[in-house]
C-alpha cells in the first residue's frame, strides 16, 4: 500500500509541476512523501543514491531531491519550511549514522569544497 501511495505522490507531482507553483511543488515533493519508506528500504534508497550518484536515470522525485540538494546545504535548508527542516533534520540524523560513507560520497559530490558540512553538522546537532 504505502509503495502504491509513494508511486501516485511522485506520479501526481509530476503531472502537476506544471500546474503549480514552484513552492507549491517542492511542498509536495518534500512533505508528502514519507522519508522513512525511502530510508527503511533499502532497495530504494539504492536507487536514490545511484540517481545522486550519476549511476543510473533517476526517476521523478529523485531527481527534484538531486537538484536541491547543492542548495540545501549550502543554504542549511534555507528555503525551507520548517516542517521542511523538520524532514531534513530527522532524514539526516537516521540517514548519516547508518550510511557513513554514502553520506561522505554525497558530501564530495554536492559539497566539493567542505564548506557547508559544519553548518549542516551544527543544525543537525541542535
Known sequence: MRIIYAFLV???CGLA????TEEEFYEKVF?????????DNERILTTYLKCFYNEIECNVHAE???????NVLATVCGRCSDKQKGIFKYSLN??????PKDWERILSIYDPTGEAWPK???FIES
Open 10 to 12: 511522485v506520479l501526481a
Open 64 to 70: 527534484v531531491v538531486k537538484k536541491s540538494i547543492p
Open 120 to 122: 549542516v553538522k551544527e
Open 17 to 20: 509541476s506544471s500546474e503549480m
Open 31 to 39: 512533505e508528502e512523501v514519507d522519508p522513512d519508506f525511502i530510508l
Open 94 to 99: 537516521k540517514f548519516i549514522p547508518a550510511h
